[in-house]
């Protein structure tokens, strides 16, 4: 049986990719939130390499938790549970935060809530004061729905994309536009000193609610095979622009319809595609010139952080010590049943006394 979240600091840990970070979150406060980066690490390969994210978390799981704690200025004693995310995400690196968030709620016998991912990332609005209904943009390098939060990190999916990941069209663009890693932060700085008006790239799915970004990438491709190294060079900032501005446009106008359709008057956005300078500023204009209230989480609980599965946490049921212990990992929403714990008595084995 599963309760309500408890009263009191959570211990949270987040490393469903290649960020590695724990946070301290009391209701809606987060208290402390360290993100250790592995971005220098997967650069080498241009992008994330599971085996290597996984073994990094290990490696510094026990230092982001211990620095999350003494920030926050909370012992050991004084947490009500523990939260960690449970998927989607890399199979592998979401072991680690589970395994490491089992272990610390068994031997403190506290309760664990697992979070879902996109959940968390929806839950970074909260910490502005944001209250439901409202339409979340989630954008991130892995998923790109529109979800209808209807209360609390419940949500009913009203679009999601037909193929690609807006987050993923941002970072293979700049791989083609030969830019460095992330790919999408270094997009959107180069786009930032061009002319969005350059290249009228493809607007795709016109109709209905979903996205589609696929095609937008190979449209790219083409227009610069279609060019020499010198046109490139020369007007790489604005061909990085026109390409931004395809799928800024894509994302404003859809999260836009859907809030018309579903008659919601609050827009927010979440992941890491919510970091974007271009999405942030042309999602405010039109919201500003369609009456409609906007949520932009800071950037800090944009990108994959402990922090928003704490705030996500608040929201959720907690399992009593020890019933988690044969709680499973998922990869993706469709494994999230199978893993779920078991239906079993608690076991008689108890923990020695923490002091």
């Not at 890399?90 to 072991?95: N, S």
């Not at 609980?301 to 019933?323: E, Q, R, S, V, Y």
């Amino acid at each position: 049986m599963s309760g309500p979240p408890p009263a009191g600091p959570l211990l949270c840990i987040e490393t469903s990719c290649d960020d590695t970070s724990a946070a301290i979150v009391q209701g809606r406060d987060v208290l402390s939130s360290i993100v250790s980066s592995q971005n220098e690490l997967h650069a080498q390969f241009g992008g994330v390499v599971p085996e290597v994210a996984s073994r990094r978390h290990t490696e510094l799981a026990n230092e982001v938790i211990a620095e999350a704690m003494s920030s926050a200025a909370v012992g050991w004693d004084d947490l009500a549970a523990v939260a960690t995310t449970q998927g989607p995400g890399l199979i592998g690196a979401l072991l680690v935060g589970l395994a490491a968030a089992k272990a610390i709620a068994y031997r403190r016998r506290l309760p664990l809530i697992p979070v879902n991912h996109i959940q968390g990332h929806i839950a970074a609005n909260y910490a502005l004061g944001v209250e439901a209904p409202f339409v979340c943009l989630v954008a991130s390098g892995g998923h790109t729905l529109l979800a209808v939060v209807e209360e609390g990190v419940a949500y009913r999916v009203a679009a999601r994309t037909m193929d690609d990941a807006a987050g993923e069209a941002f970072d293979k663009g700049a791989r083609l536009l030969g830019l460095g890693y992330p790919g999408g932060k270094e997009l959107d700085l180069l786009a930032a000193g061009g002319d969005a008006r350059f290249v009228r790239f493809p607007r795709a799915v016109p109709h209905g609610r979903d996205f589609s970004f696929s095609g937008l990438k190979t449209a790219l491709l083409y227009d610069l095979l279609g060019r020499d190294e010198a046109q490139v060079e020369g007007q790489r900032a604005d061909i990085a622009a026109s390409y931004q501005a395809a799928i800024v446009s894509q994302l404003v106008e859809k999260t836009v319809a859907c809030a018309a359709g579903e008659g919601l008057r609050r827009v927010a956005i979440a992941g890491g595609v919510a970091a974007n300078s271009g999405l942030r500023r042309a999602l405010t204009e039109r919201c500003d010139a369609e009456g409609l209230q906007l949520s932009l989480p800071p950037l800090s609980l944009c990108t994959d952080n402990a922090g928003m599965i704490g705030l996500a946490a608040g929201f959720l049921p907690a399992l009593p010590w020890p019933t988690y212990l044969d709680l499973d990992a998922f990869a993706s929403d469709s494994q999230a049943r199978a893993a779920r714990p078991a239906k079993r008595r608690p076991r008689a084995a108890r923990p020695a006394d923490p002091s």
